[in-house]
């Protein structure tokens, strides 16, 4: 380990990754990101073939989550395999997964299991719908949850059917509550001196998201429809067009909704009675709508949106991906990271959201090729160069 890495507030943690797709690499990379020492178990490449799962190995997707990580090769289906993984668990802190619910039990590293071996393991688990329940053996995927749980019947324009969002939101968000049920149990041990199991699913991360919208159905049994680019609740607050394109605007709230009408000189809109309070501008939504783009449509992009930040109203440009990244400010927060790939050369790949003020927030290793630390780590349990090449030879690593 680096002097770099073992400065960081998880090195003490050894990690060992069962994960695959996304939402659990989603999860580990969390917590390898900031320094815990990560083993990637993977199959053996003349058992698993070059593909694997998560797209290709030197593809954008594969590099950005599994920095940081080291990797080993290892056959959890063979007696042998099954039996060095144990032996890696009885020294680790956590393993997570994210099989099938069947998967683990019939592999034989179900928590269970594994926690007789190691009392303090701390288990983290993602499913597509529970570890239990009438939908425990169904296959979860993204796109799924974001239909079970909500999201698309709210997502699009009114009118459209259904629209999934742009982003596996159930996958990520799923892999970050894991990581967070993670470091909430390894703290819990700290004082109690015992691991536990930690899960979650993609049905469970995806209701949680939906946040507001749900309870409007929970508490005033209000079925949220879609709404567009219009915020649902806070009214202006949308997509306006300008000369030159459109940006986002939100003049939500009264004192910004008159500041806004003073910037734009839009005093005709103060002394409409149908906008004079929220709940009546929410009931005049499309003619509110219709009367702003009258004035924006007067401005470049760029010129409104100056003369709108000056004056304290929430705005701001649309983007293209690339133009996130040529942004002033996301450069100057460091969302783009370079890190040195043995293969692929120079590469750059998407910091972390959070910093901490004694820590960096920085990518220090690429993604490892298949199984390059499986000797050192055979090495560390005692095998010798002859045992090595026997379990190579017999497809156990």
């Not at 099954?82 to 039990?105: G, H, I």
């Not at 799923?174 to 691991?195: H, N, P, Q, V, Y």
């Not at 942004?327 to 590469?347: E, K, R, T, Y």
Request: hydrophobic content about 35%; some cysteine.
């Amino acid at each position: 380990m680096s002097s770099e890495t073992a400065s960081l507030p998880l090195a003490r943690f050894t990690v060992l990754d069962l994960t695959r797709v996304r939402s659990g690499p989603t999860c580990v990379r969390q917590l390898a990101d900031w320094g815990a020492n990560v083993l990637k178990v993977e199959l053996p490449e003349s058992v698993e073939g070059t593909a694997g799962m998560g797209g290709p190995r030197h593809g954008s997707d594969f590099q950005n989550l599994h920095r940081n990580k080291r990797s080993m090769t290892l056959n959890l289906k063979e007696p042998e395999g099954l039996e060095l993984f144990k032996r890696l668990v009885r020294t680790a802190d956590v393993v997570v997964e994210n099989y099938r619910p069947d998967v683990k039990y019939r592999l034989g590293v179900d928590y269970e299991s594994l926690s007789q071996l190691n009392p303090r393991l701390v288990y983290g688990s993602i499913s597509g719908f529970g570890e239990d329940g009438p939908y425990q053996q169904r296959p979860g995927f993204d796109q799924i949850a974001q239909g079970m749980g909500g999201l698309m019947s709210i997502t699009g324009i009114p009118g459209q059917g259904p629209v999934r969002v742009g982003i596996p939101v159930a996958d990520l968000c799923a892999g970050l509550f894991c990581a967070m049920g993670i470091l909430t149990a390894l703290l819990d041990r700290e004082t109690s001196g015992k691991g536990q199991w930690v899960k979650t699913s993609l049905l469970q991360a995806q209701i949680f998201m939906l946040d507001f919208q749900a309870t409007r159905w929970l508490m005033d049994h209000e079925v949220p429809p879609q709404a567009g680019n219009n915020h649902p609740t806070s009214i202006p607050t949308g997509v306006f067009t300008t000369q030159d394109g459109y940006i986002n605007i939100a003049s939500a709230g009264q004192v910004i909704w008159e500041r806004f009408c003073k910037t734009l000189q839009a005093d005709e809109l103060l002394s409409d009675a149908r906008y004079a309070t929220g709940a009546s501008r929410s009931t005049h939504r499309d003619t509110l709508n219709a009367a702003i783009e009258s004035y924006t449509q007067r401005y470049p992009s760029a010129e409104l949106i100056a003369l709108l930040n000056k004056a304290g109203v929430p705005c701001g440009p649309i983007y293209t991906v690339d133009q996130v990244f040529q942004d002033p400010q996301v450069q100057h927060l460091g969302m783009a990271q370079d890190v040195q790939h043995p293969v692929l050369g120079p590469i750059q790949l998407v910091g972390q959201p959070f910093t901490l003020s004694r820590h960096a927030n920085a990518i220090r290793t690429a993604p490892p090729e298949r199984g390059q630390d499986t000797a050192a780590v055979l090495q560390d349990l005692g095998l010798s160069a002859a045992e090595i090449a026997s379990l190579q030879q017999r497809e156990i690593v």
